[in-house]
């Protein structure tokens, strides 16, 4: 039983709780912390905010439900407001009247999880929104709720029909999926459809677009539809043999789809979850439509399930399949994000090698790692290609900073490969990465650099997705993935390479070297400009990570020009957390409560090069956070590139201080745009206020009146 989810004391009737998103979730939030099952506001409330910034959790029925994970929620709570006048949380019906907060321990394990799902499932059915809105009294309220989330799981039904309806309550159960593959006589005719859905918190979102595809299925004859919630109550998958027999797949999520080879070949409707919610008639006739379409598109294999900008297939574009562009730029930015961890790992040890070995052990690493033990340790004379050369440093410093540097040159030597290897994964799944990789090796071999393997990797995956649809014998189809698609996809991918792409994509490298090389003065300074202002831009999206991809790519080269490039980026990308975090301790009153918590803390975040710290910030005020931070970032760029500043780390902010020269420019040119952004940040609040900060502000002032 889950008698304590929600007391009167949680709920909110007919209340004025403000014109913003921002300021409904923090009066929710305050109500949850006012019962004490949260140990503050912020620590909920931004959370949820931040949440609701990717996608809104607005659905049908002028109903929200903002929801959360957090180590400040102490058990399981539902806050509920109705509102009196609505705000817009992006719902398909305008304005929400009815508010659910759901917040979550971040660590409570499943069962509230099921609880609460149960909940979303249940927001779907017009009688019980009816309920809540002629609701008088919030006794009524918590009984409804409770009667919902306290509801005993139905029988299963031994006919199809009745286990499509069914499917809400137990949508990824594997015993309901055969027997509704099981009925026979009249409902052969019917066409067999399986559903996947799931959202980035996987509470509430991945349920109801379940119970809202499976509620609309059951009203109709002419659809079998199996639904596997890929949430976090409920995880089940829906047997190999319900899939096998499936006409057609829906794939309705936000982050992709777990073990997606399960359907490969199938004709597959894909979207955001939100679509599946307000659409299901919709997705289920276009469902019906492509299993009798033999042209339809088909499930070619794995996509990345999730990638570090956050989105997958499907995600953001809600209402119709992602177009060319907003795919390839997902296919590209999933390269880069598994791309990141070979750079910081291998940037980060080539740094600590320079720090351990010296700096001119760069000219003898291989012969000391190779030739050297711990038993033998190198002398300041080492023998270098038959000649000998002398280091500043020896005995075990000097094989130590090789070993590292060996280590740190391995990693770097898969950047463009892993480059090349997940862009054609997030394509075509796991056929894509053999070619990808091999791809990748190419273009490092034949000189073209990351623009080879950006360009190895897109033919790799796009090769790998068109051979994954081709209609094959079932005695082959098995032979696909594993040998077929690799094989054809690296020899075509190797020959457009060798035979005509290698050399033009080398000499376009060495021309884009040769320019960065020859970069001085003014020319530098406005380069570093341009790469502050894409480093500040969104914070962590694809225009600050392919500045970051500019600057990793060149960095295993060594050259003087790249450590600059590399320097002016890392610089740039540490401005705005820090100057946040100070706006936040100068102008407290220009920043909400949730603003004020994250202050606290952005400042590491910065100092440790993690621009995503800034991100609360701009969802929340985009208009004056973006602009003010993109100032800073240009200062800090043009100063760094001015001041000649090399970075031999590709990551870790100022805790590698030691790979940076000269540091004290370093410092200085992060400690401008610091100040810059800071003072832009409060200038643009301070002249052109923010009406949620305001309200927030008022109703700070009036409960100490009220104390």
């Not at 109801?208 to 109550?233: F, K, P, Y």
């Not at 700096?359 to 790692?369: K, L």
């Not at 500043?392 to 540097?405: H, K």
């Not at 502000?697 to 409960?703: N, V």
């Amino acid at each position: 039983m889950a008698s304590n989810l929600i007391t009167t004391d949680l709920v909110a009737l007919d209340a004025d709780f403000g014109d913003s998103v921002e300021s409904v979730i923090t009066n929710l939030a305050t109500l949850v912390h006012e019962t004490g099952r949260a140990t503050s506001v912020e620590g909920l409330a931004q959370p949820a905010i931040d949440r609701e910034a990717k996608a809104g959790t607005g659905v049908p029925g002028g109903v929200a439900i903002p929801h959360c994970r957090s180590e400040v929620v102490t058990e399981p709570t539902l806050a509920f407001a109705r509102l009196s006048r609505g705000v817009d949380f992006s719902g398909p019906d305008g304005d929400a009247h009815l508010v659910f907060l759901i917040a979550a321990p971040a660590g409570g394990g499943k069962a509230h999880l099921k609880i609460l799902s149960k909940l979303a499932r249940a927001l779907v059915k017009k009688d019980f929104l009816e309920a809540l809105r002629t609701a008088a009294t919030k006794e009524e309220i918590v009984k409804l709720v409770l009667d919902v989330v306290n509801a005993e799981k139905p029988k299963k039904p031994a006919n199809s029909a009745s286990a499509a309806s069914s499917a809400s309550a137990a949508s990824t159960s594997a015993a309901t999926a055969a027997s509704a593959t099981a009925t026979p006589t009249t409902e052969n005719a019917a066409t067999n459809i399986v559903a996947v859905t799931a959202c980035p918190t996987g509470i509430a979102h991945t349920y109801m677009a379940a119970d809202a595809l499976t509620q609309t299925a059951a009203e109709r004859t002419d659809i079998n539809l199996t639904v596997e919630t890929q949430g976090s109550s409920n995880n089940t998958s829906v047997s190999q043999s319900v899939i096998d027999a499936a006409d057609a797949v829906i794939f309705a999520t936000d982050v992709g789809v777990r073990e997606r080879e399960r359907f490969a070949g199938k004709p597959v409707i894909e979207s955001g979850v939100k679509r599946a919610i307000n659409e299901p008639g919709v997705m289920l006739d276009e469902a019906v439509a492509a299993a009798k379409n033999p042209n339809a598109r088909r499930v070619a294999g794995t996509a990345a399930s999730e990638s570090a900008s956050g989105s997958a297939s499907g995600s953001g574009e809600e209402g119709e399949a992602l177009g060319w562009g907003k795919r390839i730029q997902q296919a590209i930015m999933t390269g880069v994000s598994y791309m990141v961890p070979f750079v910081a790992a291998g940037g980060l040890l080539l740094a600590l090698g320079f720090l351990f070995g010296g700096y001119d052990m760069a000219n003898g690493w291989q012969a000391i790692s190779t030739n050297y033990s711990l038993t033998n340790l190198p002398g300041h004379q080492v023998e270098v290609d038959g000649e000998m050369m002398s280091f500043d440093r020896s005995g075990l410093l000097l094989y130590i900073g090789a070993v590292l540097f060996a280590i740190g040159q391995a990693a770097m030597g898969f950047i463009v490969a892993a480059l090349s290897g997940y862009i054609a994964f997030a394509f075509a799944g796991r056929p894509g990465i053999a070619p990808g990789f091999a791809g990748g090796a190419i273009a490092v071999a034949l000189g073209a650099g990351f623009i080879g393997g950006l360009v190895t990797g897109l033919i790799a995956g796009l090769i790998a997705m068109w051979i994954g649809n081709w209609k094959v014998p079932r005695w082959i189809g098995s032979l696909m993935p594993v040998v077929i698609i690799p094989l054809l996809t690296s020899l075509i991918t190797g020959l457009l390479m060798y035979l005509l792409l290698g050399a033009p994509l080398a000499a376009i490298m060495e021309g884009l070297q040769n320019w960065l090389s020859s970069m001085s003065g003014s020319s530098a300074v406005l380069l570093g400009i341009i790469l502050g202002l894409m480093m500040c831009f969104d914070l962590g999206g694809p225009v600050n990570k392919a500045a970051y991809l500019f600057a990793t790519a060149g960095l295993s080269t060594g050259d003087q020009a790249s450590m600059e490039i590399m320097a002016a980026v890392m610089a740039s990308g540490m401005v705005p957390p820090i100057a946040l975090s100070i706006a936040t301790f100068l102008r407290k009153n220009l920043f909400t409560p949730a603003e004020q918590e994250n202050g606290k803390s952005a400042w590491l975040l910065g100092l440790s090069f993690v621009s995503e710290g800034a991100i609360p910030f701009a969802a929340a005020d985009p208009l004056r956070v973006i602009p003010a931070m993109m100032l800073g970032g240009a200062t800090t760029g043009a100063l760094s590139m001015a001041l000649g500043v090399g970075s031999r780390a590709p990551h870790g902010g100022i805790f590698v201080f030691f790979a940076i020269d000269p540091a004290w420019a370093y410092v200085l040119a992060i400690a401008a745009g610091v100040v810059v952004s800071a003072l832009a940040v409060i200038a643009l609040k301070q002249f052109w206020p923010n009406k949620t900060v305001e309200e927030a502000a008022a109703k700070a002032e009036a409960a100490k009146a009220a104390a």
